[in-house]
């Protein structure tokens, strides 16, 4: 079993920046996805970006140059760094773990950006 928990949400001026972070903890021997996901009100969730054990890492289309992705892994950690936000991005981030096949998934953080 692994709990990520996350943090560093909340309410910012558009062209602002936030960092979030999710911490895992638990049963952890090899963790091989981190990512990001959000969903915004009356919409499905979305990948932001995610990073795998190796080098891979991917992006949404509308968060590159702005958004940056980095992991900790002594720390079990993996980092947002959001900059430049739009309205756009407002939602809920969730972090998703993924463990020998199993995805684990956070509470989420609210992300509220205003004009």
């Known amino acids: 079993q692994v709990q990520p928990v996350e943090s560093g949400g909340g309410l910012v001026q558009a062209g602002g920046s936030l960092r979030l972070s999710c911490a895992a903890s638990?049963?952890?021997?090899?963790?091989?996805?981190m990512g990001w996901y959000r969903q915004a009100p009356g919409k499905q969730r979305e990948l932001v970006a995610a990073?795998?054990?190796?080098?891979?890492?991917n992006y949404a289309d509308s968060v590159k140059g702005r958004f940056t992705i980095s992991r900790d892994n002594t720390k079990n950690t993996v980092f947002l760094q959001m900059d430049s936000l739009e309205p756009a991005d407002t939602g809920v981030y969730y972090c998703r773990l993924r463990q020998v096949g199993v995805d684990y998934w956070g509470q989420g953080t609210r992300v509220t950006v205003s004009s």
């Open positions: 638990g049963s952890i021997s090899s963790i091989t996805l």
């Open positions: 990073i795998t054990s190796g080098v891979a890492i």
